[in-house]
């Protein structure tokens, strides 16, 4: 194990351990939240706590031994109970991502909290990212001055966050051709936090819209000048993450057809997509994710277009099965206090939340097309 | 637009994407309609995200490119490339079976036409139109299939029977690879500007360069088939044409040396520089051309260098759907079936015994079987080796039989026209005819 331990908490070394105790968390105490966190929006700080103290947001940090095997597979524990959670696990490792990789030491330094749970943090890289493939426009703007950069600009919808909290995001700098700047945003008093429409689901994500004026970031913030080149190197593991949230509300929706097999098998037997046919997809698709979380930093483009391809794929998956499940479980899935139901939108947002089916295409097909010209 | 004129301006919200139409303002917010984006008050929000007016922009509509329709594709044939051999394939199939739901998917437009063809039509003054027999659409629409253009295929996967799509999943009963091979690119030429010729938007990108240059230095990197047969098409387009290449002779791998020597003097005669013996090291940027640096320190000025170093099968395909693979798609050698059941292929991406087979003769063959074996029938495929002309009209080439490194050569004709060679190895015999 060696000297990357320095000290950390030496039962998170211990996968099984670590998924062990996820789950079980995941199971007594997020499971009776996840309506609430549902409908009434409520954010289940105390309960990420708990899930990071027991390891779910390490697994994947270098300093952790890279095991993306793990950091997945702790959010997929977490999204079969609660999607919200599950999506607000991916925000919060890729933050805990981009600090670590920032190597930055002001941020290294405030990882351990992050890590546990203590602070709370997500990303707001949505249209940044869809910016850098050329889908849309930058949202915010940096202008540099000689301490630092001062930033204004909106962006919308960024999830996992609140004040005091932090989320990684990216400004352009319009003075010079392709340069942007990517910082950890402390949503202090500079910051402010506006309310956004209420949407069909994920309203417990704390996701609100951020709006900057003359907001002045310093060194200790940067987490990377040029950008690009950044994201070049997280942006596979980025994306791979997200595949954490997807399996588990496929999982969970695999869980629902099977808890109602006994009462309503004689008639589910006439369905598609039944849980013998679910549950192998599943399993190999795991399996794909673990094979490339092996090896994310490679950097070759074709590991980039299979990391897409599975992503892809999950989203896929996880409409289809949340879809089998309300068919399965037929009225009992359509109150609106089951969570069957909640699912299907849950899946929904695994689809559309970027990088969404759609965007993951454009950049495969943009992909190939460069590899078929090289 | 007249001068004057007000025309109705768009504003897209950055942060949410909702536009604001002048036209019809924003009631709701108390903006009546008509209201021009610029008087509407500083205070006014976002009615779907609350960000303010600095946060909207003109809004200019992106283009959307028109890619065809599937209609109604669920389960059938899916073929995946629409070169000779994707074609090829869709004609077969059709004419046991007018009926059965065929979805082609290609990277490209799928138009028809006759790759063999390129390397000459760099020396005639053609146009794409006239090389193209017909557009993929009209095609398609002939044969009553699906063209998905534009398409790449990302994966195959063999337990479900689904092909992954960069526009979307599909479900196949059979599946046809037909997607060929590429441009084998040396990886000491990676970044350097090169052109190609195995594919039509590779011809149309050459043949216009040196339709556009009045004194081209070209340079063909590679004296194997196609490199010969380019070289021989372009002297008439280009002020000087340099072909380099590894071994001594030209078309080394499949004619004996005498052949070879006969060739190089016919190179010669037409004026063609041929270089062998050399590798190419890099290609750098020169002033207003490239300059080749060969590995004994000789640099060669080029305004255009075309690679003819092979093709290579791409293992994408192959890899997703656990497809068994050496140097091309290991197929049935009747079925062409692959090692996976319900996933056929043909054409330039499979290999018999580790060797491809990138001649377009035995592709219709390899399609019937194919088709007859989709449909449940036996019409088994028997690989020979074709007879390979090469298109060099100045000096025909025709080689016949599986040419062997180790077996010797007879000669049987020789006269200042015409050499005829020929060989006996252990299996198999071959014949080099050169000249007429």
């Not at chain 2, 073929?79 to 079976?97: E, F, K, P």
């Not at chain 2, 320190?297 to 656990?322: C, F």
């Not at chain 2, 449909?375 to 080689?399: C, D, F, S």
């Amino acid at each position: 194990m060696g000297s990357f331990l320095r000290g950390k908490d030496l039962s998170w070394f211990d996968d099984n351990q670590v998924l062990k105790d996820v789950a079980g968390i995941a199971e007594s105490k997020l499971k009776p939240l996840a309506n609430r966190i549902d409908q009434e929006g409520f954010y289940p700080s105390a309960v990420m706590a708990e899930l990071g103290e027991a390891g779910a947001y390490c697994g994947h940090l270098q300093r952790y031994g890279a095991r993306y095997d793990l950091a997945i597979d702790a959010m997929t524990e977490i999204s079969r109970h609660c999607g919200s959670t599950g999506f607000m696990s991916w925000c919060h490792d890729v933050c805990g991502l981009y600090m670590e990789q920032s190597g930055n030491s002001a941020l290294i330094a405030r990882l351990d909290d992050h890590v546990r749970g203590t602070t709370l943090g997500g990303t707001g890289l949505s249209n940044p990212m869809k910016a850098l493939t050329g889908i849309e426009k930058m949202a915010l703007k940096a202008e540099k001055i000689s301490s630092g950069y001062i930033v204004n600009g909106s962006l919308p919808w960024v999830s996992h966050i609140r004040e005091g909290g932090y989320c990684g995001v990216i400004a352009s700098v319009p003075d010079k051709a392709d340069h942007e700047i990517m910082f950890l945003l402390d949503l202090d008093e500079r910051a402010q936090l506006k309310e956004c429409p209420k949407f069909s689901g994920m309203e417990g994500t704390s996701t609100w819209a951020i709006e900057l004026r003359d907001y002045f970031v310093n060194e200790d913030q940067v987490i990377a000048d040029p950008v690009r080149p950044f994201i070049k190197r997280v942006r596979p593991a980025f994306v791979l993450l997200q595949t954490g949230f997807g399996l588990g509300v496929t999982q969970g929706a695999i869980d629902s057809m099977i808890e109602v097999e006994d009462a309503l098998g004689h008639v589910n037997q006439f369905l598609h997509d039944r849980p013998s046919e679910l549950q192998p997809e599943l399993d190999r698709l795991k399996t794909k994710v673990h094979e490339l979380g092996s090896d994310i930093f490679s950097g070759s483009a074709e590991m980039l277009v299979d990391v897409l391809d599975v992503r892809a794929q999950v989203s896929e998956l996880s409409l289809r099965a949340t879809q089998s499940a309300l068919l399965h479980q037929g009225a009992r899935g359509y109150l609106m206090s089951s969570p069957v139901q909640r699912r299907i939108r849950e899946a929904h947002f695994v689809a559309i939340v970027t990088p969404a089916i759609k965007h993951l295409r454009w950049e495969m097909s943009k992909l190939m097309k460069a590899d078929l010209a090289a | 637009m007249r001068a004057g004129q007000v025309t109705r301006q768009l504003y897209i919200c950055r942060a949410c994407g909702l536009i604001y139409d002048e036209e019809k303002g924003d009631p709701d917010s108390g903006i009546a309609p008509g209201t021009r984006f610029e008087d509407i008050p500083d205070d006014w929000e976002c009615p779907l995200c609350g960000v303010t007016k600095t946060d909207f922009e003109p809004f200019e509509p992106f283009e959307a490119p028109d890619i065809g329709e599937v209609v109604g594709f669920n389960g059938g044939v899916v073929v995946v490339g629409a070169g000779i051999a994707g074609w090829s394939v869709v004609r077969a199939v059709r004419s046991i079976d007018a009926t059965i739901p065929i979805l082609m998917i290609t990277a490209c437009s799928g138009d028809d036409y006759h790759k063999p063809q390129l390397s000459v039509a760099i020396g005639q003054n053609t146009d794409r139109a006239s090389l193209v027999a017909k557009t993929g659409r009209d095609q398609a629409n002939e044969f009553g299939i699906s063209l998905l253009a534009d398409t790449f295929v990302i994966g195959i996967d063999s337990t479900t029977r689904r092909v992954r799509t960069t526009r979307g999943t599909y479900s196949y009963t059979a599946c046809v690879i037909a997607a060929g091979a590429r441009p084998f690119r040396p990886p000491a030429l990676n970044g350097a500007a090169l052109f190609t010729v195995n594919h039509i938007d590779d011809w149309e990108r050459l043949s216009s360069t040196i339709a556009s240059s009045v004194q081209t230095r070209a340079i063909v990197i590679g004296g194997g088939l196609i490199g010969c047969e380019l070289a021989e098409n372009l002297v008439t387009k280009c002020q000087s044409v340099t072909v380099i290449e590894k071994q001594d002779l030209p078309l080394s791998s499949l004619i004996p040396e005498k052949a070879g020597q006969r060739l190089l003097e016919h190179l010669n005669n037409i004026e063609v520089d041929f270089l062998g013996s050399s590798t190419v090291t890099h290609v750098v940027n020169g002033d207003g051309c490239s300059i080749v640096c060969l590995e004994t320190g000789t640099t060669l000025e080029a305004d255009l260098i075309i690679l003819a170093t092979g093709l290579v099968t791409d293992q994408r395909i192959a890899r997703s759907a656990d497809l068994r693979f050496d140097n091309g798609l290991i197929v049935d050698s009747k079925t062409l079936e692959t090692s996976q059941k319900g996933i056929y292929a043909l054409g330039d991406c499979i290999a018999f015994e580790g060797r491809p087979s990138r001649y377009v003769e035995p592709i219709s063959k390899q399609a019937k079987a194919i088709a007859y074996a989709i449909a449940g029938k036996a019409a088994p495929y028997e690989h020979r080796e074709p007879v390979v002309r090469v298109k060099t009209p100045k000096l025909p080439i025709t080689i016949e039989g599986l040419v062997q490194p180790e077996a010797d050569w007879i000669t049987t004709i020789d006269t200042e026209a015409l050499l005829v060679m020929e060989q006996v190895g252990r299996s198999s015999k071959s014949k080099v005819s050169i000249g007429r």
